[in-house]
């Protein structure tokens, strides 16, 4: 199993341009979800996905899409850039039980210019 | 809404002395609680977890207890090593919702020989 992947590891945009950052997992995961990591702000929520073609905001959804169309996949889209957007972004997916563990991926640095 | 702080760090210890990073949440319900580590580069991998009050999670060493009346979930080890050395975040899940994780901002451990 590789677990949860993440694709680019690392990317650098200008400001304006566009993305797709993609988390795939082979664990058959129902739930899926993206956080992004800020110097002393922890792990915040974007978006997240229940099921395949299902998905909803989190805490910090604004200036992102997302997508479910496959099980195993959750891409997530910057459709324009913006240095606040400089971060690591982290996937995670889980079973669906209650206390069942969020498995995370490596991560991906993009920085915005 | 939900909520999760932990002590600010850099936490500097010695080569087998003993660790403590507090952990005090603020939630509805009744919500299971985690710590996660997150090595240099890396994403984040689960430690150890703790369903409902009472109950003590263990792993590697570190365990915590699920204090309901002091709304706390401390990380303790009797006798830390170089090697773990890292960032460590307290996180809650509720149970009634998709259970979506709240961070805590992350304590950074940093262990000398």
């Known amino acids: 199993n590789a677990g949860v992947t993440q694709t680019p590891k690392f990317r650098v945009l200008k400001t304006g341009q566009s993305m797709t950052l993609l988390c795939a997992q082979d664990?058959?995961?129902?739930?899926m979800y993206w956080y992004r990591q800020d110097p002393g702000m922890g792990l915040r929520l974007i978006h997240y996905?229940?099921?395949?073609?299902?998905?909803a905001k989190g805490e910090v959804p604004d200036g992102y899409n997302v997508s479910r169309l496959k099980k195993q996949n959750f891409l997530l889209g910057l459709e324009s850039a913006a240095p606040s957007q400089t971060s690591v972004y982290f996937c995670?997916?889980?079973?669906?039980?209650?206390?069942?563990?969020?498995?995370f991926g490596p991560g991906t640095r993009l920085t915005v210019l | 809404g939900d909520s999760v702080t932990q002590m600010e760090g850099p936490v500097t210890l010695s080569e087998e002395a003993f660790l403590t990073i507090n952990c005090t949440y603020t939630?509805?319900?009744?919500?299971?609680l985690f710590w996660y580590v997150q090595y240099p580069g890396e994403g984040l991998q689960l430690l150890l977890k703790?369903?409902?009050?009472?109950d003590k999670g263990s792993n590697k060493g570190f365990e915590a207890t699920y204090r309901k009346e002091t709304t706390s979930f401390h990380l303790e080890k009797g006798s830390v090593q170089v090697s773990d050395s890292a960032v460590y975040f307290c996180?809650?899940?509720?149970?009634?919702?998709?259970?979506?994780?709240?961070f805590g901002k992350g304590t950074m451990l940093l262990v000398s020989p």
């Open positions: 995670a997916s889980r079973f669906r039980g209650s206390t069942d563990t969020q498995y």
């Open positions: 664990m058959n995961h129902e739930y």
């Open positions: 996905s229940v099921g395949e073609g299902t998905t």
């Open positions: 939630a509805t319900g009744y919500p299971s």
């Open positions: 703790a369903t409902k009050a009472d």
């Open positions: 996180a809650l899940s509720d149970p009634t919702g998709y259970s979506t994780l709240t």
